[in-house]
């Protein structure tokens, strides 16, 4: 029977399932765990055997610390948990042109995916004990010995994958945000083209990106300040709609033909950076500190995140824009609404940008200069990809779209599948089949309570209730990476073949 790390079994010596007995098997345990030998150990290991247990490996800290996502407190983690939400899929809603029998399901039962999806990260991440996302492909499709060469080339996938669609992202964000704040400026000024007004958003927001992790005061600042002027172009909107004089958003423009009803609602809902953010909220608890508070649970604050992002969304499915504006006797509620719509997308670009991987570069090149090439490579890219000509810039929009509904959705649930299903446990426990090597006392105190009714009655209960929630994620898992992600897939497909 395969388990997790915290198998739990009826007897104290072996309720924590982090050992295995070595120098024989103790008879006074009906059950005994035998963890995998085969594993090769890593170094990027980390221990989630427990939400409310503090990291205390000194070399894993300095890791954590030196990367893109240090340790974090608890409401920072809640921030960037909360952020992705509010973006350019929100600020689309409007404009899906939903009945509210099909907007009001759609948003909860996205929003319920999305923290499904979450939650399933954050589960495979405690049962591999790794904190990168890298690292739980490795262990799914390369663990053992004799096979560095797969490991090596998917790690070099999985770090390209994340690289393409964070730069993407970010391109898109920028378009959106240039499209929105064009048609303001007058067309006699210089600065009324694409190329320019997106050299000018760059160029504001370069100091924030140079940042040296999201752990800086900046990024933080930038990002509460994106979640401030999404509350305040809901306001607007608010009352445009009040007035009867909502329309169209500009930054639909240069979005592909994906883009429409329940797909917005689909992209709203994609995540990113699960793992990374759990691992700096436990390399962020005091080594010494055994009992977190409850606020630094991140079961607690993704649910708390989904569920506030849904109550700032929810109420924008009662609004519906007209691609036609009315005549409106006053433009500065629209422009008001567009320049919080812009500074919102725009002050997310850094805290996407900063968690890219970095390009690779020669030993002799990073010595040589403390200048940031890969960042200022990988800005300079995103600034070229925002400012393609609109043809261009509709293809990579659906590609992202595709791209950020299979990681979300599709890809942890195949990772589950896979490592649950299709791949040797990490652990098995077996009942114990060597001689007896303790005294007879122990012997007959195993006997006893072999027999005893009580106990044995606990341990089925215990399994009971193990196989029960098991059958319920395993239906919840297929049901994610079949009629979901394979339903939106196929549904994709004959959208861009003109078939529906």
Request: hydrophobic letters at 45%; one cysteine or more; glycine letters at 6%.
């Given at each position: 029977?395969?388990?997790s790390?915290?198998?739990?079994?009826?007897?104290?010596?072996?309720?924590?399932?982090?050992?295995?007995?070595?120098?024989?098997?103790?008879?006074?345990?009906?059950?005994?765990?035998?963890?995998?030998?085969?594993?090769?150990p890593?170094?990027?290991?980390?221990?989630?055997?427990?939400d409310?247990?503090?990291e205390?490996?000194s070399?894993?800290?300095?890791?954590?610390?030196?990367?893109?996502?240090?340790?974090?407190?608890?409401?920072?983690?809640?921030?960037y948990?909360?952020?992705?939400?509010?973006?350019?899929?929100?600020?689309?809603?409007?404009?899906?042109?939903?009945?509210?029998?099909?907007?009001?399901?759609a948003?909860?039962?996205?929003?319920?995916?999305?923290?499904?999806?979450?939650?399933?990260?954050y589960?495979?991440?405690?049962?591999?004990?790794?904190?990168?996302?890298?690292?739980?492909?490795?262990?799914?499709?390369?663990?053992?010995?004799?096979?560095?060469?797969?490991?090596?080339?998917?790690?070099?996938?999985?770090?390209?994958?994340?690289?393409?669609?964070?730069?993407?992202?970010?391109?898109?964000?920028?378009?959106?945000?240039?499209?929105?704040?064009?048609?303001?400026?007058?067309?006699?000024?210089?600065?009324?083209?694409?190329?320019?007004?997106?050299?000018?958003?760059?160029?504001?927001?370069?100091?924030?990106?140079?940042?040296?992790?999201?752990?800086?005061?900046?990024?933080?600042?930038?990002?509460?300040?994106?979640?401030?002027?999404?509350?305040?172009?809901?306001?607007?909107?608010?009352?445009?709609?009040?007035?009867?004089?909502?329309?169209?958003?500009?930054?639909?423009?240069?979005?592909?033909?994906?883009?429409q009803?329940?797909?917005t609602?689909?992209?709203?809902?994609?995540?990113?950076s699960?793992?990374?953010?759990?691992?700096?909220?436990?390399?962020?608890?005091?080594?010494?500190?055994?009992?977190?508070?409850r606020?630094?649970?991140?079961?607690?604050?993704?649910?708390?995140s989904?569920?506030?992002?849904?109550?700032?969304?929810?109420?924008?499915?009662?609004?519906?824009?007209?691609?036609?504006?009315?005549?409106?006797?006053?433009?500065?509620p629209?422009?008001?609404?567009?320049?919080?719509?812009?500074?919102?997308?725009?002050?997310?670009?850094?805290?996407?940008?900063?968690?890219?991987?970095?390009?690779?570069?020669?030993?002799s090149?990073?010595?040589?200069?403390?200048?940031?090439?890969?960042?200022?490579?990988?800005?300079?890219?995103?600034?070229?990809?925002?400012?393609?000509?609109?043809?261009w810039?509709?293809?990579?929009?659906?590609?992202?779209?595709?791209?950020?509904?299979?990681?979300?959705?599709?890809?942890?649930?195949f990772?589950?599948?896979?490592i649950?299903?299709?791949?040797?446990?990490?652990?098995?426990?077996?009942?114990?089949?060597?001689?007896?090597?303790?005294?007879?006392?122990?012997?007959?105190?195993?006997?006893?309570?072999?027999?005893?009714?009580?106990?044995?009655?606990?341990?089925?209960?215990?399994?009971?209730?193990?196989?029960?929630?098991?059958?319920?994620?395993?239906?919840?898992?297929?049901?994610?990476?079949?009629?979901?992600?394979?339903?939106?897939?196929?549904?994709?497909?004959?959208?861009?073949?003109?078939?529906?």
């Amino acid at each position: 029977m395969a388990a997790s790390p915290r198998s739990s079994t009826s007897f104290d010596s072996f309720s924590s399932g982090r050992e295995s007995p070595i120098h024989g098997f103790d008879s006074s345990a009906a059950l005994i765990l035998v963890t995998d030998s085969d594993g090769t150990p890593n170094s990027a290991s980390f221990d989630f055997s427990s939400d409310d247990e503090a990291e205390g490996d000194s070399d894993q800290l300095e890791r954590l610390r030196s990367s893109s996502i240090p340790p974090l407190s608890s409401i920072s983690v809640f921030l960037y948990l909360l952020a992705p939400f509010l973006k350019l899929g929100a600020l689309l809603v409007p404009d899906g042109g939903l009945p509210l029998k099909i907007s009001i399901p759609a948003l909860v039962f996205f929003a319920a995916l999305s923290a499904f999806s979450r939650q399933i990260w954050y589960m495979l991440a405690r049962y591999v004990r790794r904190a990168e996302l890298e690292e739980i492909v490795l262990e799914t499709f390369a663990r053992g010995r004799g096979k560095e060469t797969r490991r090596w080339a998917l790690r070099h996938v999985v770090r390209i994958a994340i690289g393409i669609m964070r730069v993407m992202l970010a391109a898109l964000y920028m378009r959106a945000a240039v499209d929105v704040l064009l048609p303001l400026i007058p067309q006699t000024l210089l600065l009324s083209s694409h190329i320019t007004v997106a050299v000018l958003l760059a160029i504001a927001v370069s100091p924030i990106y140079f940042a040296s992790s999201l752990g800086a005061r900046s990024v933080i600042y930038a990002s509460w300040a994106s979640i401030a002027a999404y509350a305040a172009w809901f306001a607007f909107t608010t009352y445009m709609h009040a007035k009867g004089m909502l329309v169209t958003s500009a930054g639909s423009a240069s979005l592909g033909i994906l883009w429409q009803g329940i797909s917005t609602i689909v992209f709203t809902f994609t995540t990113a950076s699960t793992i990374p953010l759990y691992s700096s909220l436990k390399g962020a608890l005091q080594p010494g500190n055994a009992s977190p508070k409850r606020s630094q649970s991140f079961k607690l604050l993704s649910t708390l995140s989904v569920g506030f992002a849904l109550l700032l969304i929810l109420p924008l499915a009662f609004f519906q824009s007209s691609p036609s504006p009315p005549s409106i006797p006053t433009r500065t509620p629209k422009v008001f609404a567009a320049f919080f719509n812009a500074g919102a997308l725009t002050l997310s670009i850094p805290s996407i940008l900063i968690t890219c991987p970095s390009l690779p570069s020669r030993v002799s090149i990073r010595r040589a200069t403390n200048f940031p090439l890969s960042k200022s490579l990988l800005y300079l890219l995103t600034l070229c990809l925002s400012v393609l000509p609109t043809s261009w810039v509709k293809v990579l929009s659906d590609v992202l779209l595709v791209l950020a509904f299979i990681s979300t959705y599709l890809v942890p649930a195949f990772i589950h599948i896979t490592i649950h299903n299709f791949r040797r446990p990490l652990s098995i426990i077996v009942p114990p089949n060597t001689p007896a090597t303790s005294s007879s006392q122990a012997q007959l105190e195993a006997s006893e309570s072999r027999n005893d009714e009580l106990l044995q009655r606990k341990e089925r209960t215990l399994q009971r209730r193990r196989l029960g929630r098991r059958l319920v994620w395993d239906v919840g898992v297929w049901m994610l990476l079949v009629p979901v992600g394979g339903g939106g897939l196929v549904w994709a497909g004959g959208r861009v073949a003109g078939r529906w």
